[in-house]
């Protein structure tokens, strides 16, 4: 029996140092509960690889796995230099253009028209993850004339932003719809969406899914930021990608946005992932900084559902070491008597008119008032199991569901054990299984007690309305 013992899930990454049967095993045994497939690297068929691994893994442990299909997005590059790259210095002018003929110390290919449409002089563009500040001080219907605020060097095919502009492109280009089918087909859990600027962006994803799998929109561009309120209602959950988000927004903004975006999510019932750049020395390190270690604490204090590892374990040295240091830091977070003071001083009020919301509610407290060793979900959509998982319980919450997609998804939200059980025709039935799953996931021991809630009719999405407290017996 595999148990967690925190309530904070851990996503990592597969990629070429996580590809063998024998890592992905290793890698979920020290802690990772959700696998995400990068799809802006790799082949469909090593996706495909990776995936059935994981399912096979889950099929001998018993152990319901999520997993998430990374889409890419429009990724903004420049060209390439006749030398690889150039030396650069502030005040140096440099021009950006059309022109696919590899650049020099004067000029460099900017292969998106689109992109110097809606530059203006006075914007500017952030390249190699901010490395490179540039100022556009001139434009013409095919160039960007720019002048090097900061930076050292510039090399092939870096990265570009260009913060406070929302761009005239699509947030699912040619490529994402390939990778999107073919991710849907291979059977993953979760879509993540890139690059979202606005809800019609969502939208879009959200028709082209058709309920296929559940739709998770990344974080990563100020445009988000703006349209959050909407763009949320067209999701199912929310990773806050600080990578480019942190480049695109100024550095300060960053931990106090986590924290605003973290709650907002946390409250509307569905789960949010903080990512990125948690514990990259350890790309090439065994230990991770000090300073990581506090950022992953940071977002569990935060109460993210999730917190994730990207190329620490994709393509870094140190894999397992990286989900071992994760997995301890938000064990030990879980267990400072601040965090429970954190999380139960700004917990969602309110029943929203729902009787589902009212026993969802009445059950945290009733499992705080009488020590239940669980909360335990029966469930056909994943709603009361998400419901019962945004006011974050100090026990855990056990999800009996008969369908296996809805335990894979659930999976990565905060503190849910689901199980796939055969449905339950009355109340009583319900109450047995309920009580034996206790004692078979060793949530529950004779004499303990645990809080159940149930719908009736069973099957029925939606319609939680039933509370039971039962003793689990020898």
């Known amino acids: 029996m595999i148990r967690r013992n925190r309530q904070t899930k851990i996503v990592a990454t597969l990629g070429p140092a996580s590809s063998t049967r024998e890592m992905i095993e290793k890698l979920f045994r020290a802690g990772v509960d959700v696998f995400r497939l990068n799809f802006s690297h790799g082949s469909h068929a090593d996706h495909r690889a990776r995936l059935s691994t994981v399912r096979a893994l889950e099929a001998e442990t018993g152990r319901p796995v999520g997993v998430i299909a990374d889409l890419q997005g429009p990724k903004l590059r420049v060209g390439k230099f006749s030398d690889g790259k150039i030396a650069i210095a502030p005040g140096q002018v440099i021009r950006l253009d059309l022109d696919p003929t590899p650049g020099d110390g004067t000029r460099v290919?900017?292969?998106?028209?689109?992109?110097?449409?809606?530059?203006?002089?006075?914007?500017?563009?952030?390249?190699?993850?901010?490395?490179?500040?540039?100022?556009?001080?001139?434009?013409?219907?095919?160039?960007?004339?720019?002048?090097?605020?900061?930076?050292?060097?510039?090399?092939?095919?870096?990265?570009?932003?260009?913060?406070?502009?929302?761009?005239?492109?699509?947030?699912?280009?040619?490529?994402?719809?390939?990778?999107?089918?073919?991710?849907?087909?291979?059977?993953?859990?979760?879509?993540?969406?890139?690059?979202?600027?606005?809800?019609?962006?969502?939208?879009?994803?959200?028709?082209?899914?058709?309920?296929?799998?559940?739709?998770?929109?990344?974080?990563?561009?100020?445009?988000?930021?703006?349209?959050?309120?909407?763009?949320?209602?067209?999701?199912?959950?929310?990773?806050?990608?600080?990578?480019?988000?942190?480049?695109?927004?100024?550095?300060?903004?960053?931990?106090?946005?986590?924290?605003?975006?973290?709650?907002?999510?946390?409250?509307?019932?569905?789960?949010?992932?903080?990512?990125?750049?948690?514990?990259?020395?350890?790309?090439?390190?065994?230990r991770p900084t000090r300073a990581e270690a506090s950022d992953v604490a940071t977002a569990?204090?935060?109460?993210?559902?999730?917190?994730?590892?990207?190329?620490?374990?994709?393509?870094?040295?140190?894999?397992?070491?990286?989900?071992?240091?994760?997995?301890?830091?938000?064990?030990?977070?879980?267990?400072?008597?601040?965090?429970?003071?954190?999380?139960?001083?700004?917990?969602?009020?309110?029943?929203?008119?729902?009787?589902?919301?009212?026993?969802?509610?009445?059950?945290?407290?009733?499992?705080?008032?009488?020590?239940?060793?669980?909360?335990?979900?029966?469930t056909s959509s994943g709603s009361t199991t998400l419901r019962t998982a945004r006011r974050r319980p100090a026990m855990p919450i056990l999800c009996l569901t008969e369908h296996t997609a809805v335990a894979r998804r659930l999976v990565l939200s905060y503190g849910v054990h689901p199980v796939q059980v055969d449905g339950a025709t009355d109340f009583a039935s319900a109450v047995r299984k309920a009580v034996a799953q206790a004692r078979i996931q060793e949530m529950a021991n004779p004499g303990q007690r645990i809080v159940i809630t149930a719908g009736v009719p069973f099957g029925t999405s939606g319609s939680t309305n039933i509370l039971r407290v039962a003793i689990v017996e020898e």
Request: proline share 5%.
């Open 109 to 286: 290919n900017l292969p998106h028209p689109e992109i110097i449409a809606v530059m203006s002089p006075g914007d500017e563009i952030l390249i190699d993850d901010g490395k490179v500040r540039m100022r556009i001080r001139d434009k013409g219907p095919d160039f960007l004339s720019g002048e090097i605020v900061t930076g050292a060097f510039l090399s092939d095919r870096k990265g570009f932003n260009v913060p406070g502009v929302i761009l005239p492109i699509a947030a699912l280009t040619p490529k994402d719809r390939v990778d999107l089918e073919a991710a849907l087909d291979m059977g993953v859990d979760w879509i993540a969406q890139s690059f979202v600027q606005k809800p019609e962006d969502v939208a879009e994803a959200r028709d082209l899914i058709a309920g296929r799998a559940a739709l998770m929109i990344k974080v990563e561009k100020p445009s988000a930021l703006d349209h959050i309120d909407a763009m949320l209602e067209l999701a199912d959950g929310v990773m806050l990608a600080r990578g480019d988000l942190g480049v695109e927004i100024p550095a300060e903004n960053v931990p106090s946005v986590q924290k605003h975006i973290v709650r907002k999510v946390r409250f509307s019932g569905k789960p949010i992932i903080v990512a990125t750049q948690m514990l990259e020395s350890m790309i090439e390190n065994a």
């Open 300 to 378: 569990v204090y935060d109460g993210a559902d999730a917190v994730m590892l990207s190329a620490e374990t994709a393509s870094g040295a140190w894999p397992v070491e990286a989900v071992e240091i994760m997995d301890k830091i938000a064990t030990r977070t879980e267990a400072d008597e601040t965090y429970r003071r954190i999380i139960d001083s700004d917990s969602p009020t309110g029943y929203e008119g729902s009787a589902s919301d009212a026993i969802t509610a009445a059950a945290h407290q009733v499992a705080n008032s009488i020590k239940a060793t669980c909360i335990t979900n029966y």
